[in-house]
């Protein structure tokens, strides 16, 4: 058996962003975007969800290339804004701790790492370091086609 003294003490976070949310609104997040998560080892990116916050909205976004999910939330009370790309194992893991909780969840995040920090439960994780495409959602494309 191995001693509680063996283990390292992971460092704190440093220039953190501290943000609130209630723990129904993140579970239903996470379920609602999970079918769209992709798995290619060749774009880690696909394999996360990537959450976004602005103000009074909090939206996830998922894709594997073929499917595309993107779920905006209304929350009551204004935040700080996040983007961070929330890995699918860290993701499964939230979303089961969730199913448990009631009390608001606080996210804490440097851009490197992140922190959800729940009633009883820690869950510390790196997160993706790759940009995240962004939807257009208005093409200005002007074509020019001759009949020779």
């Given at each position: 058996?191995?001693?509680?003294?063996?283990?390292?003490?992971?460092?704190?976070?440093?220039?953190?962003?501290?943000?609130?949310?209630e723990a129904i609104t993140?579970?239903?997040?996470?379920?609602?975007?999970?079918?769209?998560?992709?798995?290619?080892?060749?774009?880690?990116?696909?394999?996360?969800?990537?959450?976004?916050?602005?103000?009074?909205?909090?939206?996830?976004t998922a894709s594997d290339?073929?499917?595309?999910?993107?779920?905006?939330?209304?929350?009551?009370?204004?935040?700080?804004?996040?983007?961070?790309?929330?890995?699918?194992?860290?993701?499964?893991?939230?979303?089961?701790?969730?199913?448990?909780?009631?009390?608001?969840?606080?996210?804490?995040?440097?851009?490197?790492?992140?922190?959800?920090?729940?009633?009883?439960?820690?869950?510390?994780?790196?997160?993706?370091?790759?940009?995240?495409?962004?939807?257009?959602?208005?093409?200005?494309?002007?074509?020019?086609?001759?009949?020779?």
């Amino acid at each position: 058996m191995i001693s509680t003294d063996e283990y390292t003490i992971p460092s704190s976070l440093d220039n953190i962003e501290e943000v609130l949310i209630e723990a129904i609104t993140l579970n239903t997040a996470i379920a609602q975007s999970m079918f769209a998560v992709g798995n290619d080892e060749l774009r880690p990116i696909t394999s996360g969800i990537y959450i976004t916050t602005k103000e009074k909205t909090f939206q996830c976004t998922a894709s594997d290339g073929h499917k595309l999910v993107r779920n905006t939330y209304k929350l009551e009370t204004p935040i700080k804004n996040l983007n961070f790309v929330l890995p699918t194992k860290a993701a499964k893991l939230i979303k089961s701790l969730t199913d448990k909780v009631t009390t608001p969840v606080t996210i804490n995040h440097n851009g490197r790492e992140a922190m959800f920090i729940f009633e009883n439960d820690t869950l510390r994780y790196r997160l993706l370091e790759e940009n995240a495409r962004t939807i257009t959602l208005s093409f200005h494309t002007e074509t020019t086609i001759r009949q020779l």
